[in-house]
């Protein structure tokens, strides 16, 4: 452990809450724990030339700024940019107060610097594939969607259940307008009505339905399915994006 002066130390920006704001209740109680007793537990940091990244610790680093401290005590870890991104994620999966958004753009992030497969992250973190999967789709909803979630008033079930109704960004927008002006029971009430009508109109006229019949047992069959697998994904939905994606190519 060393001494390290607050001025050469920053937060990474592979740290999971690099973006969330200090300064509430519970940090100024921290704050003026720090001003009492000082730093207790170590800062864990990467060194990056002449500058520290702090990769655990963030809160603790902010409040011993606001604090007047002038030097932290500090871990000093030699570290990748993919292991301290890792570490990151796992100091914060298991605090209950990590909402489902800030860890989906986490793994979004981790998978496309990566390159790797959901099910090759899964592993690597040790956590389950369809938790990262769920946690992902967060960053496919709506800005305005992804604030209600992380203000607690849209939990992730509800979240995704929006994710599957294919609203367009409007009718989305309107949904977490609904949540923000009226609270949960008005955003449940008109999610109900939303998915009660979809129901009732069932599959629209018009409707296209493609098949292609290998069977099975075919080689072609068992490379779709683990390719949907690794991407967390039902084959159906996964056979409906790489269709999609496909045509927009044309």
């Known amino acids: ?20 704001p200090f300064g509430d209740e519970e940090d100024q109680e921290l704050i003026e724990s720090i001003k009492a007793q000082g730093i207790i537990q170590p800062i864990i940091v990467r060194q990056l030339g002449d500058i520290y990244e702090v990769d655990i610790g963030r809160r603790r680093f902010l409040g011993a700024k606001e604090a007047g401290l002038e030097e932290v005590p500090c871990i000093v870890r030699e570290m990748t940019l993919e292991e301290a991104m890792d570490t990151s994620f796992s ?3 298991f605090r209950k107060d990590v909402d489902p958004v800030t860890l989906g753009w986490w793994v979004k992030g981790r998978l ?18 369809m938790a990262l999967s769920r946690w992902r789709t967060m960053t496919d909803l709506t800005e305005e969607m992804q604030n ?4 607690g008033v849209v939990s992730l079930r509800n979240a995704l259940e929006v994710a599957k109704m294919d609203l367009t960004p409007d009718e ?20 109900d009505r939303i998915a009660s009508e979809q129901e ?7 409707l296209l339905i493609v098949r292609i ?3 099975h047992e075919s080689p072609e069959y068992e490379a779709l399915r683990r390719k949907a697998e690794s991407e967390g994904l039902e ?3 996964y056979c409906q994006k790489v269709l999609t994606d496909h045509i927009k190519e044309l």
């Open 1 to 20: 452990m060393e001494m390290i002066p607050l001025e050469k130390i920053r937060i990474s920006s592979q740290n999971i809450r690099a973006d969330e």
């Open 91 to 93: 100091e914060n999966v």
């Open 112 to 129: 496309e610097r990566s390159g790797m497969s959901l099910r090759e992250l899964a592993r690597e973190l040790g956590k389950d594939k």
């Open 148 to 151: 209600e979630v992380q203000r």
């Open 172 to 191: 989305e927008r309107a949904l977490a307008e609904e949540s923000r002006s009226g609270g949960y029971d008005a955003f449940k009430k008109t999610l």
């Open 200 to 206: 009732k109109r069932g599959a629209p006229k018009g």
């Open 213 to 215: 019949s290998w069977g």
């Open 235 to 237: 084959l159906s939905e």
